[in-house]
């Protein structure tokens, strides 16, 4: 018989579409199928730190399927273990918060602590796991797909619909104006977006961080094209892309964590091939309209099968656990197993020789192979 009655949930880092799905799963099978109530913790490990928390009944999480971010709210800036407290002259300093988390989640009278987090947010619960004492479960959320130990982690389809939707219509308006189009979309230090929008929206080009680029493989790529009386182009470029011996572009840092945020590589080959090759050539950041909105249906059921074996390992008093998939089958793995290191692209996994075989050019090709294809 469990001694678990009381279960904490919250959501951390950036928003992922499918967290609400989650928090629906969790509070809807820990009351329905183990009788067991739930207290949601706002705006990430900041509720715990801050005591910001309400109890969630059935009818707070009522409708939330559909609904794209997280009732809870998240932060990415909010790790206790080197908190920003705001001094009274203003001044945020760093410090540990981590003893008010432990003293917080007994006052709340919490028995487990679900997170629904990335990398960051994984590798805190770890830590309060190990450190601290917190009996922890983990679920992983990223629209970039890079958590290892799972092969999937709910957000990234809707991410990828939304970057293949983009993709679809830049098609239109690239083939019109006879435009080499480039669409930059998100995913860190890994292509998973870019090479899944790229093989479904028949990007032209596929440019991911795992394969360095050169801007000679493009451009004759392009050329190829034209001679096929293709004279456009549309090039899928992931924020974390940069070229052979060149750098990632980051488009800001955060002041009190430090945290580079990816982001313009793709107004950098932009001005660079327009430079070298005379095309008329544009550019779309995509951003953050892959993390918003409604989660397609496959991210609503991976997120509905993660929150309720979530809710039964906490219960079962499995903690310092993370739920993941593998091979379609919902599992459990140590959190330790999936934190610190980041699933990047295969260069020579299936679906990258795939791409290749339909003609799709990852920037790494010997340019007179690229001007010999049939584009
Ligand atoms: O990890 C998810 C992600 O959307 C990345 O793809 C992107 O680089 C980053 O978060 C953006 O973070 P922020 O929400 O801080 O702009």
Not at 59 to 70: E, H, M
Not at 181 to 199: F, N, P, Q, T
Request: hydrophobic content about 45%; glycine content about 12%; some cysteine.
């Amino acid at each position: 018989m469990s001694t678990v009655r009381r279960i904490g949930v919250l959501t951390g880092g950036g928003d992922a579409p499918g967290l609400n799905a989650v928090i629906r799963a969790v509070v809807r099978s820990c009351r329905i199928a183990h009788g067991v109530s739930v207290i949601g913790i706002s705006d990430g490990f900041i509720g715990l730190v801050e005591m910001k928390a309400r109890e969630l009944a059935l009818a707070d999480v009522s409708g939330l399927l559909v609904r794209g971010g997280t009732m809870l709210g998240t932060s990415n800036r909010g790790n206790p273990f080197r908190y920003a407290f705001r001094r009274p002259d203003g001044v945020e300093e760093l410090v540990d918060a981590s003893a008010m988390v432990k003293k917080n989640f007994e006052k709340l009278g919490l028995d487990a602590l679900v997170v629904i987090g990335g990398d960051g947010s994984l590798s805190i619960a770890e830590r309060f796991w190990r450190e601290l004492g917190i009996p922890v479960v983990g679920v992983p959320k990223t629209i970039d797909n890079d958590l290892f130990a799972t092969e999937y982690t709910f957000g990234f389809a809707t991410a990828r619909e939304t970057a293949t939707w983009a993709l679809d219509r830049l098609h239109s308006t690239a083939e019109s104006h006879h435009r080499v189009m480039l669409l930059e979309v998100m995913g860190r230090d890994s292509g998973w977006i870019a090479l899944h929008a790229g093989l479904a929206g028949g990007g032209d080009v596929v440019l991911i961080p795992e394969i360095p680029f050169t801007f000679e493989a493009l451009i004759a790529k392009f050329r190829a094209r034209e001679r096929r009386g293709r004279p456009f182009s549309v090039v899928v470029v992931a924020e974390g892309a940069a070229p052979v011996g060149g750098n990632q572009v980051f488009a800001g840092e955060d002041a009190v964590t430090g945290w580079k945020r990816l982001g313009g590589i793709s107004y950098q080959i932009a001005r660079e091939i327009e430079a070298r090759g005379g095309y008329e050539i544009r550019a779309t950041v995509l951003g953050h309209i892959q993390r918003g909105g409604t989660p397609v249906p496959t991210d609503r059921i991976l997120a509905t099968r993660f929150g309720v074996e979530a809710a039964r390992l906490a219960v079962a008093g499995e903690f310092g656990r993370m739920v993941a998939l593998h091979n379609d089958e919902i599992v459990s793995v140590p959190i330790c197993e999936a934190i610190g290191r980041v699933k990047r692209v295969d260069p020579s996994c299936q679906l990258v020789q795939a791409a290749r075989s339909v003609g799709i050019v990852f920037g790494d090709e010997d340019i007179d192979a690229v001007d010999l294809s049939e584009g």
